[in-house]
């Protein structure tokens, strides 16, 4: 396994599979008012809370590149889908995180969030999108998530452990917002 810190391969699509608590921890601190959309859904961890939330959004709906949900959501690119959105939610894949960034903020009309790697914040080649896109929350997630790759988590019929090995935090831009970012940290509360 190399010099990874997690005990699990790295996953060639980067297709790996959130906890719902830090969706739930997400919907507790951060209004998102109408139709949820998830593009990355991959088995529907976000897609799942959102709709198990104790608020309700309307629609809630995912896609995906590959149909990791045996049909429950359309097969999409969304770096290739200009349908607009009110809210999107995704946890993207890590190497194309920039482009559903800006593919979100040009496609929803309220709010975008994305679950990624706290380091994605402290870039270089990112620092345009923070200065033409004020972000309006971040939500650092105290405790390490663990995500597994989900084709092991398919194939295996596993549930998502205990703590993970890396830092995530959840981006959030608000339409029209032109501030500071507010920071707050979340932790699993189930």
């Known amino acids: 396994m190399g010099e990874r810190p997690s005990e699990?391969?790295?996953?060639?699509?980067?297709?790996?599979?959130?906890?719902?608590?830090?969706?739930?921890?997400?919907?507790?601190?951060?209004?998102?008012?109408?139709?949820?959309?998830?593009?990355?859904a991959g088995i529907g961890t976000i897609?799942?809370?959102?709709r198990e939330f104790p608020v309700s959004f309307g629609v809630v709906t995912g896609a995906d590149i590959v149909d990791r949900a045996h049909g429950k959501f359309k097969v999409q690119d969304f770096l290739k889908d200009d349908h607009?959105?009110?809210?999107?939610?995704?946890?993207?894949?890590?190497?194309?995180?920039?482009?559903?960034?800006?593919r979100a903020l040009m496609v929803a009309q309220r709010r975008v969030a994305l679950l990624v790697n706290l380091k994605f914040l402290a870039s270089q080649r990112r620092y345009i999108l923070f200065q033409e896109t004020p972000v309006e929350h971040v939500l650092v997630c105290s405790q390490r998530p663990s995500m597994p790759p989900g084709e092991w988590l398919i194939k295996e019929g596993e549930k998502i452990r205990g703590g993970g090995s890396i830092d995530f935090a959840w981006i959030v831009w608000g339409r029209g917002y032109n501030g500071r970012p507010d920071i707050r940290w979340i932790v699993d509360q189930t």
Do not use: M, Q, S
Request: hydrophobic share 40%; proline share 11%; net charge negative.
């Open 8 to 40: 699990y391969d790295r996953d060639g699509k980067d297709f790996y599979v959130d906890p719902a608590w830090c969706t739930e921890a997400l919907l507790r601190e951060v209004l998102f008012d109408g139709p949820i959309h998830d593009p990355a």
């Open 47 to 50: 897609v799942d809370a959102c």
């Open 84 to 102: 607009p959105r009110k809210n999107v939610i995704t946890n993207p894949p890590y190497k194309l995180a920039e482009a559903f960034a800006y």
